[in-house]
């Protein structure tokens, strides 16, 4: 059975950083493309950075570029998103996501197994 675990959301200033982490767990995360979404309140979910089962192809939202960091540990089955540089606008609960295919578009009804979410919280 697949498990997403996310870990590392916190309240945290304007200007600062925080790295998320997502553990899977029940599938060998080398042959999944792996994701992290995010979603405000009443807003629509919408991607964050999604990463190739190998790390070939990473993409980012024109929003995060320059300020997120996606990568992957597939030994570890981890998947990390450091976030630098966070704004108030960036305050979400944030999801990852995972599907079973070297690469997946970056839009979140293409992503079969999620995680609970994380809740980031950017505010001075």
């Known amino acids: 059975q697949v498990q997403l675990v996310e870990s590392g959301g916190d309240l945290v200033q304007p200007g600062g950083s925080l790295r998320l982490s997502c553990t899977a767990s029940?599938?060998?995360?080398?042959?999944?493309?792996m994701g992290w979404f995010r979603q405000a309140p009443g807003k629509e979910r919408e991607g964050v950075a999604c990463?190739?089962?190998?790390?070939?192809?990473?993409d980012y939202a024109d929003s995060v570029k320059g300020r997120f960091t996606l990568s992957r540990d597939n030994a570890k089955n981890t998947v990390y998103l450091q976030m630098d540089s966070l704004n108030p606008e960036d305050t979400a609960v944030y999801y990852c996501?995972?599907?079973?295919?070297?690469?997946?578009?970056?839009?979140?009804?293409?992503?079969?197994?999620w995680g609970q979410g994380t809740q980031v919280t950017v505010s001075s």
């Open positions: 996501a995972a599907d079973p295919a070297i690469w997946v578009e970056c839009e979140w009804f293409l992503f079969a197994s």
């Open positions: 029940g599938f060998t995360s080398e042959d999944y493309a």
């Open positions: 990463i190739s089962s190998q790390s070939e192809i990473i």
